[in-house]
């Protein structure tokens, strides 16, 4: 398929450059919970913190942000929903609801859905506006991850941001520009702008 022959219709992410069906979005679904719990196996341990760097915020936001708010809320939902079930594909091979990170988990199926909206505004067509997107997008996961990680661990809220936010700040700003630089050139390879 040509650039020149992909209908683009204001509000489209980067999944609906694909043909339209029910399998494309099963697919894209299952594809995006696979993507982020295998981006949750890239983790390294951070010292004095119960909660590792990993892969798998970059994946939620990327999902969001490329599959529109639904899709991203369903993979992330999946996600969420298999690892509770037991598939060991969260941080570092857990699973299960109990964990100190799993409220990033929750702040993730939140983030990707945001990102998704904002995709469809356009907020992954320019660099500033991706920045924006995945800025508020880590703002969220945090929002709900540090206050789950403070009382899963009986931590106070100072201590949890000290162990579970402050340590992540450079990882999600290297993250960002990663975005910053994939998404908008991506649509730029399709011709679409």
Known sequence: MSTASVSFRPGAVLADLLPASRVRDIALVAGGAALTGLAAQIAV?????????????FAALLVGTAFGARRGFLSLALYALVGMAGVPWFAGGTSGAGGASFGYVLGMLLAATVVGALARRGADRSVLRTAGAMALGSALIYAVGVPYLA???GMSFGAAVAAGLTPFLIGDA??????MGLLPAT?????RK
Do not use: D, E
């Open 45 to 57: 341990p951070v010292p004095g913190s119960p909660v590792p760097v990993t892969g798998q915020t």
């Open 151 to 153: 009382l899963s661990t």
């Open 174 to 179: 290297l993250k960002a520009a990663l975005a």
């Open 187 to 191: 649509w730029k390879l399709v011709g």
